[in-house]
């Protein structure tokens, strides 16, 4: 068993990836490499207005982070060259373009998967640090050993078997998983994940994700160069980094910690959804994801609920 303890609470600093999917330059980018998406390898799902639409939700994460985390240092927001027009009213976020810790050869990238696969790179980043998708909220108080463990990892699992087989052109997080679990069980001959991942923030260390990449450079590489999720890729900081830890005796698992809900809920039922936060999320899960729906539509009343329910939650937080 290959343990590194963490040995107590360390500082850490808070990685957040972000993208205004509305940004005219952004878009204007983007459509200039429409022509990489490849049907037979790209994720269907890897080029919707989904998987890019901002509806307000970062000023809201941040505002979770001041509400409930306890001893980071910083946060640092991944942006490829945008600027949030309120990120002023947060001192203690330091902008990072892609630019800073992405090699030129893999930009402009349109994969979340590429860009987690470089954070640790960021230049002065903790050797401990918590990444957050901007659609994931904290909602009670957290600190290192939330994220941490005493191990140096904490994967959070949902109930849901890892199925046998995924369907990769609809479900992208079973892709992911599944995909994970194959390379795991081919490189090391083990898998401790059977079942899917909550969307949760991951606690990370910058050393160990140093040596899973001195290992496998090849597989960084290759995820480095999607411009959109292909359907074999690898998500490694989302996915196989979890995994691996475990299967180090590096990690420890909790499960059931967080809360999910798709933008649909908010577009349909807003009321509903502010009385499931504050009956059965606010205070006893450790997070919410309102990830965004995997396709073209267009959810007009979604920007306007979540602003609504979120200016409600933290008024009373605060």
Known sequence: MDVDSTGGPQPFDVVITWVNGADPLWRAI????????NQQQTLSTSNVEGRFRDNGELRYLLYSLRAFCTGFRRIFLVTAGQRPHFVDEFPEVELVDHRDFIAAEYLPTFSSRAIEAS???????????????????????????????????????????????????TLSGHNDALNARRWMLEHYGRSSVNRIMEHAPRGVRKSWMDKLERRHPQMFAEVREEKFRRSSGQS?????????????????????????????ALEQSPAQVA??????VLGRKLSLCINDQGDDRELKRVPQALRMIMENLFTKVA
Do not use: K
Request: with cysteine; proline share 3%; charged share 20%.
């Open 30 to 37: 983007r459509a200039l490499h429409q022509g990489e998406v």
């Open 236 to 264: 490694i900081l989302a996915n196989l980094y979890g995994d691996w830890c475990l299967s180090q005796g590096r990690g420890e698992v909790r499960s059931n910690q967080c809360a999910y809900l798709f933008t649909d």
């Open 119 to 169: 954070l640790h790179l960021i230049p002065g980043i903790a050797e401990h640090f918590v990444t957050f998708n901007d659609d994931v909220f904290l909602m009670r108080p957290a600190d290192f050993a939330d994220f941490f463990g005493a191990l140096g990892c904490v994967v959070y699992l949902t109930d849901e078997a890892l199925p046998a087989s995924g369907d990769a052109q």
């Open 275 to 280: 009385e499931f936060i504050a009956a059965d």
